[in-house]
Every structure is written in C-alpha cells, then in structure tokens.
C-alpha cells in the first residue's frame, strides 16, 4: 500500500509532462500537415547533380 505513495504522484507528472509535450507539438505546427508526410513518401524526388559525383572534371594543361 504504501508503494502507491510513490506512483500515484509519478503517475500524475507524467501525465502532465505529457500534455505539455502535446500542447507544446500543437503550438510548434507539428499537425498541420497530415497528408503531406503520406502523400511525399509516394513522390520520386527528381535527381539533381551533386559536385563531385558522376563525371570527373576534365585535367586542364
């Protein structure tokens, strides 16, 4: 019983630490874009050129 002393309080700021984690990732935009994370992993970013990759430059005399 008196283990309860313990985790009824932990239990609480846990609790509380979480819904601050929630209310602060709703203030920071962390749900604004729902579709967006779903609809990018569907898109094949075009390929761009990186330097120093592909090709090596041509030696100059």
């Known amino acids: 019983m008196s ?3 313990y985790l009824i309080p932990a239990a609480l700021l846990f609790g509380l630490a979480s819904l ?4 602060w990732a709703l203030k920071s935009g ?3 874009d ?3 994370a779903g609809e990018r992993i ?3 970013p075009e ?3 990186t330097p ?3 090709k ?4 100059q005399a």
């Open 3 to 5: 283990v309860l002393v």
């Open 20 to 23: 601050i984690a929630f209310l």
């Open 30 to 32: 962390q749900y604004e």
């Open 34 to 36: 729902l579709d967006g």
């Open 42 to 44: 569907l898109i094949e």
């Open 47 to 49: 390929p761009q050129a």
């Open 52 to 54: 120093g990759h592909g």
């Open 56 to 59: 090596p430059a041509p030696k």
